[in-house]
C-alpha cells in the first residue's frame, strides 16, 4: 500500500501528517516514510532514529566527444528539452536542462555523445523498531528533483515489499515533481487548511489527482480557523474529510521544538488513527475488487 501525502500549496501539514501518521502506524507494524520534498527535506527534523546506509545519486548526462562527432545534429533535432545544441563547430551541452532520456547518444551515428554520472544528491536510510525513514536531498545547485524522487521511490520498492504501509511525504503544488511522487500511490491524501487559500490550492490539487485518476481523500489542519468553504466544497463534490487536525497552540509549540505531536494531544492521536483507519479500510476493499 502506498499512500502519497500532498497539497496544493506549501505550509499544509504535509510533514507535520507524515511524520506522526508513519509513527503511529509503526507502532503495530512495519512502515516506511519516504520524504520526497527532496530539494528541502523535513521529515527528518521530527524522525529521531539510527542512520544504517547512505549513498550517493547520480543522473546520466551526455558528454561530448568532439574526435568521434561529425556535427551532424541529429542530437539537437531529437532533444526536446534544448539541452543539446549545436554551435557552428561545437556541440554545446546544458546539463540543467538535460532530462537524461538518453535519446541523443543512443541516435548519434558517431557515438560522440556517452553519457556520463553527475551527481545530483543523497539519499540516507534510518530505522528506528518498525519505523524505516528515507531522505533523499539535492545539492544546492541541481536544479531537477524529479530524477531524485524517482530514484528514491525506486530504491524504497526495491528494499520493501508490498506488504509493507510506505507512506510518501510530498513536494507541495501541482507541478512534476508531485505528479512524480503520487503517480504509482494507491491513495492520495490532500491535506488542506480551511482558509479561501488553502480552497484554492486544493481545488488545483483535486483537478490533478482526478487527472491522474487517483483515489483520495481530504484532511483539513488548523480546523478552526478561516471559514468552512472547504468543507462546502469536499461535501458539494462528494470527497471523503478523512480527519481535522484542530488549531491548536499546543500544537505549535510542540512542532517547534521537532517533537511528534500523537503521543502529546489527544485530538492529534484520535485524527492519526481515523486516518490509519481508513487507510486500512480502503486497502482492504482495494484487495477484495482484484481477487
Not at 87 to 100: A, R, S, T
Not at 255 to 284: C, H, Q
Amino acid at each position: 500500500m502506498k499512500i502519497a501525502i500532498a497539497s496544493g500549496k506549501g505550509g499544509t501539514g504535509k510533514t507535520t501528517l507524515s511524520t506522526n501518521l508513519a509513527s503511529f502506524i509503526a507502532e503495530s507494524r512495519e512502515c516506511v516514510l519516504s520524504d520526497l520534498d527532496v530539494e528541502e527535506p523535513n521529515s527528518g527534523l521530527f524522525i529521531k532514529a539510527e542512520l544504517i546506509h547512505e549513498e550517493d545519486k547520480f543522473k546520466m548526462i551526455p558528454e561530448w566527444e568532439k574526435s568521434k562527432c561529425e556535427l551532424c545534429g541529429n542530437c539537437q533535432a531529437v532533444c526536446n528539452f534544448n539541452a543539446v545544441l549545436k554551435m557552428g563547430k561545437m556541440i554545446m551541452v546544458f546539463p540543467e536542462l538535460c532530462h537524461g532520456c538518453y535519446a541523443c547518444s543512443e541516435l548519434c551515428p558517431t557515438d560522440s555523445l556517452p553519457m556520463k554520472q553527475k551527481k545530483m544528491g543523497e539519499l540516507k536510510f534510518y530505522k528506528k523498531g518498525n519505523l524505516n525513514f528515507i531522505e533523499s536531498k539535492l545539492i544546492i545547485g541541481e536544479e531537477q528533483a524529479v530524477p531524485l524522487i524517482k530514484q528514491t521511490i525506486d530504491y524504497v520498492d526495491e528494499k520493501f515489499g508490498e506488504d509493507v504501509i510506505k507512506i510518501f511525504d510530498s513536494p507541495p503544488g501541482t507541478s512534476c515533481p508531485v505528479i512524480e511522487a503520487t503517480k504509482d500511490a494507491d491513495f492520495v491524501i490532500l491535506v488542506t487548511e480551511p482558509t479561501p487559500f488553502g480552497l484554492h490550492d486544493l481545488k488545483l490539487a483535486v483537478e490533478t489527482v482526478k487527472q491522474m485518476e487517483k483515489p483520495f481523500g481530504v484532511v483539513i489542519n488548523r480546523h478552526g480557523i478561516g471559514n468552512d468553504g472547504v468543507e462546502m466544497y469536499c461535501r458539494e463534490d462528494n470527497i471523503d474529510i478523512i480527519a481535522r487536525i484542530p488549531n491548536d497552540r499546543l500544537i505549535a509549540e510542540i512542532y517547534s521544538r521537532g517533537e511528534l505531536l500523537y503521543s502529546t494531544i489527544p485530538s492529534v492521536k484520535e485524527a492519526v488513527k481515523s486516518i490509519s483507519n481508513y487507510v486500512d479500510k480502503f486497502n482492504s476493499q482495494k484487495k477484495r475488487e482484484t481477487k
